[in-house]
Each structure stands twice: as C-alpha cells, then as structure tokens.
C-alpha cells in the first residue's frame, strides 16, 4: 500500500513539473505572436510604401512625357465654310529632298533687279545685281550687304551672291512686287545656322500668300538649298546648304523668338536653318 502511494505521488510530482512550466510556455508564446504580428505589418507596410513610390514615378514619368509632348504639338485652328475647324500639329516637322523632286533644268538667268525693304531696320534699296557687261556689280553687293546686316550687332558680312540671285528671280516672278526681308546675316552662338554663314534669308511679300511663295521656292531647288515655311510669323526661310549637303524642306509652327523644342534628329537630317 505504501509503495503505491509512493509511486502515484512521484507520477504526480513528475507531472506537476511538466505542467508547472507550461504558463512561462504560454507567456513567451503570447509574447512572440505579437512580435511576429509586427514584423509583418511592418513588411506589408514596407512593401506598400515600395508601391506607393513605384506608381508615383509611374505618374511623374507619364506627365513629363505628355508635357514633352504638348511641347512638341500645337492647336492651329482655321475657319472653313464658317467653321472653326482645330487640329494638333506638330511644331517642327522637316524632311529631306531626294534628287528625284529636285528641279532638273538650269535656271535662266534674272534680271538682276531687286527691290527689298528690311523690316527691321525700317531701309528699303532698289538696285541691278549685274553691270552693263552682265557681270555681277560689286557697288550694289556692298548695298545688299549693308541692308542684309545683323541687326542685333550691325555686322556685315559678304552675303552669297546666289542668295541675291534667287532673290531677283523671286522678285521677277512675283510681278517685281516689294519684297520684305525679316532676317539675314545673324551673328549669333550657333555657328550651324546658314544666316551665320550669310547664306540664308527669311522673306516675305505682301499680297502673295505664303504657300505660293514657298511653293515657287521649292520650284527652284536644283539641288543644296533649304527652303522653310513659318506659318505663324508669315515668312518663307530660303538658303543655301552647306557644300556636301542635300536640300531640306520644313514646316515650324512656333511663334517669333520661340526656340524649336528639343528632338533628336540624325547630323545627317539636321535642317541647320
């Protein structure tokens, strides 16, 4: 009998030390769910903020992109048959000229004529490009030089007679009508320009829609001349390439003053105008 109650008190001993630690178990039990719980709303929270950052890029990306864009893009609205009829074009868009479109026959020779008005500088000449034995006459360049000068610096430079030519058959097509010169020599930073290189005009004719007259100036490129229109300052840019270049037409929609926005466009179809 004692042995029993010996033995039944050790296997209740044994099990009170099994059970005894099991509330310590509990509370450290209790105490990592917490601790776990954290942990992982730490992560989701982490990995939220992660999201959070990655679409907010997303969305700085997307309105830089469209602001380049509008950058790049104007409304130009127009009235047809009592209509206002908008659409978006681009700013700039040129385009090489391949030897296919260019003019095939020489050009005849003008009669030299030449009556220009510099808006700029509020001075008009008319002069004879040739002498009486047809040769070009260096007094009446020296006149055009003067007329065609920077007008932000007043330099001079010796402008390409071919430019003063065209000029002359322009003005002969045209009904020897007045023509108006916006721009001609620049002496400015940007050494790729043809108007640094005296060797472009920007022109215009009152009463002769600037559609036809750019039309006529392309009708006269047998080959390394750029010719340009500008809708919204109303002129026409003709030049001459530089030696090794070929023609280049464009349209630029941009205002007076108003940079061309930035594009990456190849050297080789670079207008230089």
């Known amino acids: 009998m004692t042995r029993r109650i010996h033995s039944w008190l050790t296997i209740a001993f044994i099990g009170l030390a099994l059970i005894l630690p099991l509330p310590g178990m509990l509370e450290a039990k209790a105490e990592a769910r917490p601790s776990a719980s954290s942990s992982g709303k730490e992560a989701k929270a982490s990995q939220g903020a ?3 950052s990655a679409r907010s890029s997303k969305r700085r990306t997307r309105r830089a992109r469209k602001r380049a864009q509008r950058a790049r893009k104007m409304k130009v609205c127009k009235r047809r048959n009592g209509k206002r009829r908008c659409r978006w074009v681009a700013k700039f868009d040129g385009h090489g000229v391949s030897q296919t479109k260019l003019r095939e026959e020489p050009l005849d020779k003008p009669s030299g004529e030449v009556w220009v008005y510099a808006v700029n500088f509020r001075e008009e000449i008319k002069v004879a490009l040739y002498d009486d034995e047809g040769e070009l006459d260096p007094e009446a360049l020296a006149q055009l030089d003067h007329l065609f000068r920077c007008r932000r610096t007043g330099e001079e430079r010796a ?8 000029l002359s058959t322009i003005y002969d097509h045209f009904g020897q009508q007045r023509i108006e010169l916006v721009s001609g020599f620049r002496d400015q930073e940007n050494q790729g320009s043809r108007h640094f290189h005296a ?3 920007d022109i215009k004719i009152p009463g002769v829609p600037m559609r036809k007259l750019y039309e006529y100036a392309t009708s006269l490129d047998a080959g390394g001349m750029g ?3 500008y809708p919204r300052s109303g002129f026409v840019h003709v030049d001459w390439r530089a030696p090794g270049e070929k023609s280049y037409r464009w349209t630029d929609h941009s205002g007076p003053g108003e940079k061309k926005p930035k594009r990456r466009r190849s050297r080789r179809n670079r207008p230089n105008s």
């Open 50 to 52: 992660k999201t959070r």
């Open 159 to 166: 402008v390409d007679p071919r430019l003063y030519e065209i």
């Open 227 to 229: 010719i340009g229109k």
């Open 199 to 201: 060797s472009a005009m």
